[in-house]
């Protein structure tokens, strides 16, 4: 997982320190660069390159360029105030540091198991294929390994066969799934089910929804109704991980329309380059709440970051 970011941050880390193992950065600040010794002066070049280039892998692996030049920011902030020498293992752990602050912001404390509503009410939301259909899947088979009553709303009535792939869903998960006609008005299954779950004292209601361009206006006006209706406890944008900073701008058309209160990042475990999930901490300033990391049922996981720096930085 996010192999090609952790190449490249193990190379940058291990060519360098072979080369050079500390940097006078201190010396450097406070000194006149023409009075420098020519190793000085080295020294300050390799600096202000190896900036460079931490900033370059983390564009190389889609963090937005905003988003990475201001990693850069906080981690030169942060090396101003250490009163010695800097090696190459410092900058190491100070950008573990820097990005340790910046995805602890997108911690959820939520925990789904112990909401004060019954029935909860979660709503699936985002553009076609980022896996909304397989989220609410792992979300029900985990509420029910957790002993929890669920209900499905099959709200994709636009999409010939959506339906079915949610009655499977349910069926694997022995899950109840409410469904109307295909092309039928899905704020009515919503409620539907919400009507459903309140007379049989069912803990949570999962609303899967038709997926839609950010930029079609009618499907997102449908989905405002949905919400309208629904009123859920929950909205959850399902992001694919594999899409890069294509995932900020649609996150952001989304917040502008219908808001939403935390993202579900999919697809971890393929080739995602991995910054989309730095990214999304950054800009979106929404909890990331889940994260897929598989098609299976099990394959979910609460967000962590010490999960995501680990594998980042392992060697
Ligand atoms: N590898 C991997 N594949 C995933 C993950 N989540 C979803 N998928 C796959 O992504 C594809 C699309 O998932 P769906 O759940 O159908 O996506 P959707 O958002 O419901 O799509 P629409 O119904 O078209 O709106 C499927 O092949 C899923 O198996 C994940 O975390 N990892």
Same mark, same amino acid.
């Given at each position: 997982?996010?192999?090609? =970011? !952790?190449?490249?941050?193990?190379? #940058?880390?291990? *060519?360098? %320190?072979? $080369? +050079?193992?500390?940097? &006078? ?49 906080? =981690? !030169?902030?942060?090396?101003?105030? #250490?009163?010695? *020498?800097? %090696?190459? $293992? +410092?900058?190491?752990? &100070? ?221």
């Amino acid at each position: 997982m996010f192999d090609s =970011l !952790k190449k490249k941050l193990a190379g #940058l880390f291990k *060519k360098e %320190s072979k $080369d +050079d193992e500390n940097l &006078n950065i201190n010396d450097k600040v406070n000194e006149n660069i023409s009075n420098k010794s020519e190793n000085q002066e080295s020294l300050f070049i390799k600096r202000d390159e190896f900036d460079e280039r931490v900033q370059e892998i983390l564009i190389e692996s889609d963090v937005s360029f905003e988003s990475a030049e201001r990693i850069v920011e906080m =981690l !030169k902030n942060r090396e101003k105030k #250490l009163s010695r *020498k800097i %090696s190459y $293992d +410092d900058i190491k752990s &100070n950008l573990r540091s820097v990005l340790y602050d910046v995805l602890s912001q997108a911690k959820s404390d939520l925990d789904l198991l112990n909401v004060d509503k019954k029935p909860y009410v979660i709503l699936f939301i985002g553009i076609n294929g980022t896996g909304k259909t397989t989220t609410i899947g792992k979300i029900a088979s985990y509420l029910k390994n957790n002993n929890k009553k669920v209900v499905i709303a099959a709200g994709d009535t636009f999409r010939a066969g959506a339906i079915e792939q949610i009655s499977i869903i349910g069926e694997k998960t022995g899950t109840e799934v409410i469904k109307h006609d295909f092309g039928s008005d899905p704020a009515s299954v919503a409620y539907d089910a919400i009507e459903h779950a309140r007379a049989r004292r069912i803990d949570y209601v999962l609303i899967d929804s038709a997926g839609r361009m950010q930029t079609n206006k009618n499907l997102l006006s449908e989905m405002k109704k949905i919400k309208r209706v629904a009123r859920p406890d929950l909205t959850l944008l399902v992001l694919d991980g594999m899409i890069g900073n294509d995932a900020i701008e649609q996150a952001k058309t989304f917040m502008n329309e219908i808001n939403f209160d935390g993202v579900v990042l999919t697809k971890l475990d393929t080739d995602a380059r991995g910054g989309a999930v730095i990214s999304v901490a950054m800009e979106i300033k929404k909890p990331i709440m889940f994260v897929g990391v598989g098609q299976g049922l099990n394959d979910i996981m609460r967000f962590d970051p010490d999960w995501y720096l680990d594998k980042i930085f392992s060697s």
